[in-house]
């Protein structure tokens, strides 16, 4: 019996029909709310197959390019021998820096909307190796596996020149960063005198920790496929977290008009940060389309996934004194994480460490060190997941110094009040994050003994820590028509990396407009919708979900004015007494009600259509600091003969303002908590500094979390409504999951074995 029958039977051309199409909930939600509780109507399209990712798309005449990337690591490519591969039948062309039709030069054009400071790479541009893995050529034949077989018959040569990959080898270099990067402060002045507080304390920690690079890992690979129109339109379906941003980058560096070039993002099989900027593919997959005047799809193999962006390497040093009660008196925190030769890439990592509890002398310091590497890329809560990391390591073994239990200590050092820029806080509930979650871990049945509970072969520990992230709303656009059948249709250029945007932005217009979901399509995923921003740093529901809202609204009045004009009884009702349900617009008092629909038709047309520009008030904004919060508590069972830990338990217990869909949301906290177990016990990437390479470049050797590493994961959201954030009360949910994590679990093995591993991964040979 062939187990696999049933699926080489099932006809699926029926499915691949709507592929296009944008998902819609299933009959029968009812009226929503905000804060219902919804499954992601993305859901079964995404199960069924039904859902096309950027390789996935068809066309006609399509040909399959493949990267041929080199292994030197530095030097000048002095020949490539394409010879044997153009003489197989089906191969295209082969195109290098040599051949490749002409582009832009300027690193201008080459900068995408996240770019940091410096020069980013552009593919096949000349004879100059970076780093090992870089694209040198692009073969294109008329099949997937002819172009494979042709990749291999490719002869690269390569005039090697030293390199340096070693961040600490090379750390007597550091520098400090030059970068204009959005969302990036760098270390604020020192305040106080920190370094002579923590000399003078008798109650004191120092602390060194180092985070080897990671990389994002997502499910779906980097591709594009680039349809070539009869009219010469380019549209491409590109693996993105912004099609507006590739849209941008292409149209400038092969000076294309704009209106020439459609990119698409309708699914996106996960990113993590690594689809924030275009990747090589896209500008190779373009030159070819454009070049042999013909579709070209190129998707990178999971190996060739380790050949750019990644979360960089990091090293860190933490000091904190305190009293006798346990209150901080000094607080320094220095890293050093690398970047590349070309580009400066920055995150926030010691920011947090003047921001997340009071203490009046604070040292900050941030450097880089540049090696010969491609450069470094936002990866789930960039900065946080190891800045949080290491201050939170550092105030657990400072409770141990100060004879407190942790949570304790944290409470005794609370900050109501952000003490690096003296402002208040827009909304902070993180005591209620604490109270809650330890209540529900049972945190106060914690014995304050390591290595006080044994179970078999195991040491059991609990571990507690704190988690950040900011709250941020960028700009963005929104266009919702209501059509008089009752069909809502509202656009924007947003994207659904798989966080739940689709279903989300439905219900937040299904709310405005009291109808039920299955009446309401949410486009996003096009570069010619309205302008949104690029999906990263947990800001669409605070930025696109506002502006989805603010559109609604228009429509909203509209409706009233329509109804106060024209229909008996409702001269008189204010906007603020009217509601929208079951397809009506209803006075709150006196019963008065009118279907939405006899409002569209009365002036003879059958649409409303509205228009929003959401701007942050950054009048407002500025006067508050905006973050999100979390408790993390966790249990681990450690076998210290075996080096092995499982993480039992976790509860996160988060503060992200008012919670739009609890179900959506809770999944992106448990989806942050799963990344922080695997960061803090199994992801690294090695680096063989002979040869200046990653080595274990696939998932069987880079390890992440599957679903045997994870224990019970707890869920809550602590009651929180910020409208200075956003007009929703939203924070922005989703990279908050994954702060603390590892702190929580690094502390808990400490309670479980008296051993104390500040350095992630903590893998079992550093556990046992
Ligand atoms: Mo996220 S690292 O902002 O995609």
């Known amino acids: 019996d062939d187990p696999l029958a049933d699926l080489h039977t ?43 990712y950027a390789a996935e798309h068809p066309a006609d005449d399509l040909l399959y390019g493949w990267v041929v990337n080199t292994a030197a690591a530095r030097g000048r490519i002095t020949s490539i021998d394409a010879s044997r591969a153009l003489a197989l039948t089906g191969v295209v062309d082969v195109l290098t820096h040599e051949n490749r039709p002409k582009m832009r030069s300027l690193d201008l054009f080459y900068k995408d909307m996240t770019a940091p400071a410096g020069s980013p790479f552009k593919p096949l541009h000349d004879d100059e190796v970076h780093y090992s893995g870089q694209p040198v050529a692009l073969v294109v034949a008329r099949s997937l596996e002819l172009a494979r077989h042709a990749a291999r018959l490719v002869q690269v040569r390569v005039e090697t020149q030293p390199h340096e990959t070693s961040m600490l080898a090379h750390r007597d270099r ?47 690979m980097h591709a594009s496929t680039v349809i070539v129109g009869k009219d010469g339109h380019l549209t491409v379906y590109d693996k993105t977290q912004g099609s507006q941003n590739s849209r941008w980058v292409i149209s400038r560096v092969f000076g294309l008009p704009a209106r020439k070039v459609t990119v698409r993002n309708p699914f996106v099989g996960g990113a993590f940060g690594s689809g924030l900027r275009p990747q090589y593919q896209l500008l190779l997959a373009t030159m070819a389309a454009l070049h042999l005047k013909q579709s070209v799809r190129v998707m990178l193999t999971r190996q060739q996934m380790f050949t750019f962006g990644h979360r960089p390497e990091t090293w860190q040093r933490v000091r904190l004194a305190s009293d006798g009660e346990g209150r901080l008196t000094s607080v320094i925190h220095e890293a050093l994480a690398e970047t590349s030769r070309k580009e400066d890439y920055v995150e926030v990592v010691v920011n947090w460490s003047g921001q997340l509890y009071h203490c009046e002398n604070v040292r900050l310091d941030y450097r880089l060190v540049a090696l010969d590497q491609y450069s470094p890329i936002d990866m789930r809560a960039p900065g946080a997941a190891h800045g949080v990391h290491a201050l939170e390591v550092a105030m657990d073994e400072l409770s141990y110094a100060a004879g407190l239990d942790p949570l304790e200590l944290r409470l005794r050092n ?76 509202v656009e924007s250029a947003a994207t659904d990396i798989g966080t739940g945007t689709y ?15 299955e009446q309401v399509t949410f486009r996003l995923g096009d570069s010619t919708l309205p302008v949104a921003p690029i999906e990263g740093g947990s800001s669409h529901v605070t930025t696109v979900g506002s502006a989805v809202e603010g559109a609604c609204e228009k429509i909203q009045r509209e409706l009233w004015k329509r109804a106060r004009h024209h229909v008996d009884g409702f001269a008189k009702v204010k906007f603020e007494d009217v509601e929208f349900s079951n397809g009506h617009l209803n006075a709150r008092t006196g019963g008065l ?11 003879g047309e059958d649409q409303i259509e509205a228009k929003y520009l959401l701007l942050p008030n950054l009048l407002k904004q500025k006067k508050y600091v905006r973050a999100v919060h979390s408790a993390v508590f966790c249990e681990v069972r450690v076998d210290e003969e075996l080096g092995t830990v499982r993480v039992t338990r976790v509860v996160s217990a988060v503060a992200a303002g008012r919670i739009i869909n609890p179900v959506t949301a809770r999944s992106q906290v448990i989806g942050g908590v799963v990344w922080g177990i695997s960061q803090a016990l199994l992801e690294e990437t090695l680096s063989d500094h002979a040869l200046g390479r990653f080595m274990n470049h696939n998932l069987g050797e880079y ?10 994961i707890d869920v809550l959201f602590v009651e929180e409504d910020d409208r200075i954030v956003s007009r929703l009360g939203a924070k922005g949910v989703g990279e908050i999951g994954i702060v603390g994590v590892a702190a929580a679990i690094s502390n808990a093995i400490f309670h479980a074995t008296g051993r104390r591993l500040r350095s992630t991964p903590m893998t079992p040979d550093k556990v046992m």
């Not at 029909?17 to 995404?46: C, H, M, N, W, Y």
């Not at 279903?503 to 979901?517: C, D, N, R």
């Not at 009600?593 to 002036?603: H, M």
Request: proline share 6%; charged share 25%; hydrophobic share 40%.
């Open 703 to 712: 390890h992440v979390a599957v679903n045997a590493d994870v224990g019970e």
């Open 593 to 603: 009600s009118v279907p939405l629909e006899q409002l569209v038709r009365l002036k």
């Open 503 to 517: 279903t989300v932005m439905t219900q937040i217009a299904a709310a405005a407009l009291g109808l039920p979901m």
């Open 174 to 220: 550091s520098h400090e960063p030059k970068s204009l990067k959005a969302g990036y402060s760098p270390p604020p002045k020192p305040r106080g005198a920190a370094d002579a507080h923590w000399e003078d304390a008798s109650i004191r920690v120092d602390t060194e920790s180092y985070a080897g690079v990671e990389h994002h890992n997502p499910m779906e």
């Open 414 to 489: 609370y900050a109501d009040r952000d003490s690096a820029q003296d402002l208040p806080f827009s909304t902070k509930a993180l005591r209620e994050c604490y109270a809650q979650g330890a209540e529900r871990f049972g945190w106060s049945r914690r014995p304050r003994q390591p290595r006080s509970r044994r179970e078999g072969d195991e040491w059991v520990g609990w571990g507690m820590a704190t988690g950040t992230w900011d709250a941020m709303q960028m700009f963005a656009r929104a266009r919702a028509v209501l059509h008089a059948n009752g069909q809502l249709v």
């Open 10 to 52: 099932t006809d699926l051309s029926d499915l691949a029909i709507e592929a296009d199409q944008q998902p819609r909930a299933d009959v029968g939600t009812g009226t929503v709310q905000i804060g219902t509780g919804l499954s992601r109507i993305d859901a079964l399209a995404k199960v069924t197959g039904r859902a096309r």
